[in-house]
């Protein structure tokens, strides 16, 4: 499959695809140069960290930095520091590999497809100026064949007219004699045009324009393969760096294996035992046997305190503390039916569910004003109201919202076949509504969601299909339709038909493009409109 042969009626499609995937690119280049940019401050943040606590030569706690602990800590801020330079490598591979490179690749694409767009619009001119030379051909024919018959009609009137002179009879017929060679060189004319206009429109539709559809699809598969590569390199790019990047966890973890604190406490106590004998024993004086003033140095002398044994430092802190588009109308009726109906139907879907979101909040205000019913010390039940009464408002217009969806559904010849079984299963359960329309939560438990919002609108569907069955009749026919070319039908709600058929017009176009048609067996559904040609019932 491809785009020249099935999409050959989706110049627009084509346009737009195309265009949104260039934009995809520029979009993920984007994405990478900003992960570039967090890349490269988390690397330089990474390394004014380091810095920061990275020990300066001369400062008070070198001689603390012979410890293990410390040497350890020293080793992390250089495998850091070096996780830093990976992170930056990465920064720089991706901003190289990906965003540079992807950024002219861009360029050649976009200069490429504005290549071929041109040369779609030069193929267009070319056929509508053909489309013209053909209609002011047609037109001339046309003109000088009616002045043809009057001329051939005068003639004739004056040849009988026995006033008439021979003169004037003979310039009567000379003169319609000259206008039926003119018409007849416009016919000609005419028929050399349409036949080139034809041709040219073969070429159109059946060459010029498939290649080019065809390059197209092949630019846009060579961007899509370019960019899946950008979105492998953005992991291989990780990868690469994967290895030395554990290299420097493995050396945060060995330089946490090697903090042997029982050894900083021997190496504390060597560098820093006084080798002071304790004091001795304070004796006892008797002063009731007088002052002996001769006493030993062991009771006399100041003995030195464990402060001043230990605490020259005693008063330093400790290490530790720190394009032209149609109007858009409310029911999707610019659209053509198939597409209309997917859209009504998931317009319809969006509003259920908004609808029962409401319908759920509704039920937990109710459950919460019985409880301050039932205990006034929690709350008063009137403050709730206000909420109550909007969301009554809410579930009240989008029900009507609803119904107004299912109503344009219903009108575009479809009704879900999921809705019925939801509606019948429904009703078969015995289930109700999960509110009365007075807003009163309904003493059954807890519908199905689908049940919930689709339940107020059963008895009308029923009702709808029963007078449907006894009132439904063929719509008459306001014209009648010839096919001028093939068309196949494949999508639901159109209809297949061959060149040369007759078909019955059943509703005319309304702007969409799309013509509703009958056959004789009473088969009916859409055709293009520029595909036949239409004579309605005057």
């Known amino acids: 499959m491809d785009w020249g042969t099935d999409l050959w009626d989706q110049y627009d499609i084509i346009e737009k695809h195309t265009l949104s995937g260039l934009d995809l690119v520029e979009k993920y280049v984007k994405f990478v140069k900003e992960r570039t940019e967090i890349e490269q401050n988390y690397a330089k943040q990474l390394r004014n960290l380091s810095k920061k606590y990275y020990p300066k030569r001369g400062s008070k706690d070198e001689t603390e930095c012979r410890v293990s602990s410390f040497q350890s800590f020293t080793e992390i801020l250089n495998e850091m520091n070096d996780y830093a330079g990976q ?46 030379q053909l209609d002011s051909s047609k037109k001339r024919f046309e003109r000088e064949w009616r002045e043809a018959e009057r001329s051939a009609a005068y003639a004739e009137k004056t040849d009988q007219d026995i006033n008439a002179t021979k003169a004037d009879v003979g310039k009567a017929k000379q003169q319609a004699h000259m206008r039926s060679r003119i018409a007849e060189e416009c016919k000609n004319d005419y028929a050399a045009q349409l036949q080139k206009c034809n041709k040219e429109q073969n070429q159109f539709y059946f060459n010029d324009m498939p290649v080019i559809f065809n390059k197209l699809q092949d630019m846009d598969e060579r961007r899509g393969q370019r960019l899946a590569d950008g979105y492998v390199l953005f992991s291989d790019t990780e990868k690469h760096v994967m290895p030395i990047i554990d290299k420097c966890l493995e050396g945060i973890h060995k330089a946490g294996c090697n903090v042997n604190q029982r050894n900083d406490s021997l190496a504390l106590v060597e560098q820093h035992k006084s080798g002071f004998e304790r004091p001795g024993d304070i004796e006892f004086e008797d002063y009731s046997q007088g002052i002996n003033r001769t006493s030993s140095d062991s009771s006399l002398s100041t003995p030195k305190g464990p402060l001043e044994l230990l605490g020259k430092n005693r008063n330093k802190k400790s290490w530790l503390l720190k394009k032209s588009k149609p109007t858009v109308t409310e029911d999707f009726g610019h659209l053509p039916p198939e597409q209309r109906r997917k859209r ?71 009704r879900g076949s999921r809705l019925q079984q939801r509606s019948q299963s429904f009703n078969n359960n015995g289930a109700h509504d999960v509110y009365s329309p007075d807003g009163a939560q309904s003493d059954e438990g ?35 339709c010839t096919a001028m070319y093939n068309f196949p039908g494949a999508s639901e709600g159109t209809i297949s038909m061959q060149e040369g058929e007759v078909l019955d017009v059943v509703e005319e176009d309304k702007g969409d493009g799309w013509t509703r048609v009958r056959r004789t067996n009473g088969d009916e559904g859409y055709i293009p409109t520029s595909y036949v040609s239409i004579a309605l019932n005057k």
């Not at 990906?98 to 193929?123: M, S």
Request: proline fraction near 3%.
């Open 87 to 132: 992170r930056e490598l990465v920064a720089e591979d991706m901003m190289m590999n990906i965003c540079i490179e992807l950024t002219k690749y861009l360029q050649e694409l976009k200069q490429e497809r504005k290549t071929y767009l041109l040369e779609a619009k030069k193929a267009q001119q070319t056929l509508e100026v053909s489309y013209k």
């Open 446 to 480: 807890t519908p199905d969601h689908s049940q919930a919002i689709y339940a107020e609108f059963d008895d009308d569907f029923e009702e709808e299909e029963e007078e449907e069955v006894e009132e439904e009749e063929p719509t008459v026919a306001i014209g009648n």
């Open 344 to 414: 009504l139907q998931k317009k319809r879907d969006e509003i259920a569910k908004e609808l029962q979101k409401e319908v759920d909040q509704s039920e937990a205000l109710e459950k919460m004003r019985d409880v301050y019913e039932k205990n006034p010390q929690m709350g008063d039940p009137a403050s709730l109201a206000p909420q109550n009464s909007q969301t009554a408002q809410n579930i009240e217009r989008l029900r009507g919202e609803l119904a107004k969806y299912e109503t344009w559904v219903a009108e575009a010849g479809v």
